[in-house]
């Protein structure tokens, strides 16, 4: 929900169709899948993968941010692995995930220090925030 005093800076938008055995497209052509329901042959792609590579590039940009605040710069071999899970338990389903941020060349503690920055900044940690079960670590 924005504020009279938000600024939407983009919107995306897409149109899906079939659920996790459909497909979807974005409004502008430049995204246009097949899904697939995972543990299931074919060739598409499931909401877990999408919500993986949306969250980690876009945490990518959170490290930039919190990396230039703090007067570091990354290196080229920067990383972010992410695992989303779908889970069932005895409340229904639900997501839990897991960052594993490769910053080369960079101390421990200063790639610490801005990773848990990035997760302070970053729009997608902000929405998982207390909904989901997330673990971060530096290799």
Known sequence: MTTTQDKVLYTGRTHTTGGRSGAARSDDGRL???LTRF?????????EQLF???WSACFM???ARAAQTQGVR????????????LVEGADGFKLAARLQVRVPGVPHDTALAIVEAAH???????ATRGNI????SVA
């Not at 299931?40 to 792609?45: E, F, K």
Request: proline share 7%; net charge negative; aromatic share 2%.
């Open 32 to 34: 246009d899948i097949t």
């Open 61 to 63: 940009g959170a490290m």
């Open 52 to 54: 993986a590579a949306g």
């Open 74 to 85: 990354l290196p080229e071999g920067l990383a972010v692995d992410a695992e989303v899970d």
């Open 39 to 47: 543990g299931t042959t074919g060739t598409g792609t499931n909401p």
């Open 133 to 136: 079960a997330v673990a971060l």
């Open 120 to 126: 302070q900044l970053c729009p997608y940690s902000k």
